[in-house]
């Protein structure tokens, strides 16, 4: 089973211009989600997707970061413009639909952003 | 979701148990504790799972005390390739899934 794929796997930008990220999950995953981790710190949720639909966007600053799932496949994460402080790994991870305890995420390898 | 405390670091030596411990005491009665690591340059990886009783699978043991304010992650012979962060979550299994990672325990395992 092919794991959840990410590119680019290292991107370096100046503050103020724009990047995107893409994922693709595992075939027939309908939970989407996206992560921000800094360095030193554990991985923090930007949004969550179930199908194409926005479950939790609590996190994300929207007046920089988008993010979209169109098909309830793959999924594109933008931040526009860049900030020093942006500077992190953007994970995405995948996870199948439930309703009981147990639906464990599967992450991708990530994509480390440098913001110069 | 309840907050855990883990220490910030731990060794081990290779080929002996390596004991995680996780204080969870705000847990709620329909929360689960989970365990994920995460190895240098990688995505954070399951590795198991438990409401109320003590679990056991391929990669590792998970014993939770009978008021389920703690817990312990047991890997039976770490090897090298466990040198990682684990991490202690607790959340409603049938909420919206979202795992609220702190900073985790950086596991060195020592040849």
């Known amino acids: 089973e092919a794991g959840v794929a990410q590119s680019p796997r290292y991107k370096i930008i100046e503050k103020r211009q724009s990047v995107a990220f893409w994922c693709n999950p595992i075939?027939?995953?309908?939970?989407l989600y996206w992560y921000q981790q800094i360095l030193g710190q554990g991985p923090k949720l930007l949004i969550q997707?179930?199908?194409?639909?926005?479950?939790?966007d609590s996190q994300l600053p929207k007046d920089r970061f988008s993010a979209e799932r169109l098909k309830g496949v793959d999924s594109t994460l933008k931040i526009q413009p860049a900030k020093l402080e942006d500077s992190a790994v953007y994970l995405c991870?995948?996870?199948?639909?439930?309703?009981?305890?147990?639906?464990?995420?599967?992450f991708g390898p990530g994509t480390r952003l440098t913001v110069t | 979701d309840a907050k855990t405390t883990q220490p910030t670091s731990m060794d081990c030596a290779e080929g002996r148990a390596a004991n995680l411990p996780c204080n969870h005491s705000t847990i709620s009665g329909n929360e689960y504790v989970y365990w994920y690591r995460q190895i240098h340059s990688q995505g954070p990886q399951y590795i198991i799972h438990g409401l109320k009783n003590n679990e056991t699978n391929e990669m590792a043991s998970l014993i939770i005390t009978e008021d389920r304010k703690s817990s312990t992650l047991i890997l039976p012979h770490a090897t090298l390739r466990d040198t990682a962060v684990y991490y202690c979550?607790?959340?409603?299994?049938?909420?919206?899934?979202?795992?609220?990672f702190g900073k985790g325990t950086l596991l060195t395992v020592n040849p």
């Open positions: 979550i607790v959340r409603v299994g049938s909420s919206n899934y979202k795992l609220t």
């Open positions: 997707f179930q199908n194409n639909g926005v479950v939790d």
């Open positions: 991870a995948s996870s199948s639909s439930g309703f009981k305890g147990g639906n464990e995420q599967y």
């Open positions: 075939s027939g995953h309908a939970t």
